[in-house]
């Protein structure tokens, strides 16, 4: 799992791989709890290498998208592919989360940062 972090921007991009399963949801959940704690204030959880995901892992995002609208922040979601939409949706979390096509589409509406300072997060 990769994170790409901007301080200046209290952005986050984090790149999960693979199945979302109990060990990488704990991963992500501590990974977003200390960026919660060390200011970032949007989480952008890059789905662009997930094949699959439990519902005890779309679980863990509710709570941490929880924790980070208490801090006046949010977590998104961005590329999505069917099958991840279709599971969040049977299990009634899809309208939770705002989800975008791209970590760049994410960075624009959510942050509004200059392309060449997103181009490192989005990348």
């Known amino acids: 799992m990769q994170v790409r972090w901007s301080e200046a921007h209290k952005v986050a991009v984090i790149d999960p791989q693979g199945d979302l399963g109990i060990r990488t949801m704990v ?11 060390d200011g970032c204030r949007t989480l952008i959880v890059d789905c662009q290498g997930v094949r699959r995901m439990d519902a005890m892992s779309l679980g863990v995002l509710v ?5 980070a609208r208490e801090l006046g922040g949010t977590l998104a979601l961005a590329n999505l592919d069917a099958g991840l939409v279709a599971r969040m ?9 705002q989800v975008f096509d791209s970590v760049q589409a994410a960075l624009d509406v959510l942050v509004g940062i ?5 181009a490192a997060l989005a990348a």
Not at 89 to 97: A, E, I, K, P
Not at 114 to 118: F, N, Q, T
Request: aromatic letters at 4%; glycine letters at 4%; proline letters at 3%.
């Open 114 to 118: 200059h392309p060449e300072a997103a």
């Open 63 to 67: 709570e941490r998208l929880c924790r």
């Open 89 to 97: 949706r049977d299990l009634r979390v899809d309208s939770l989360f």
């Open 27 to 37: 991963e992500i959940k501590n990974t977003a709890g200390t960026l919660l704690r």
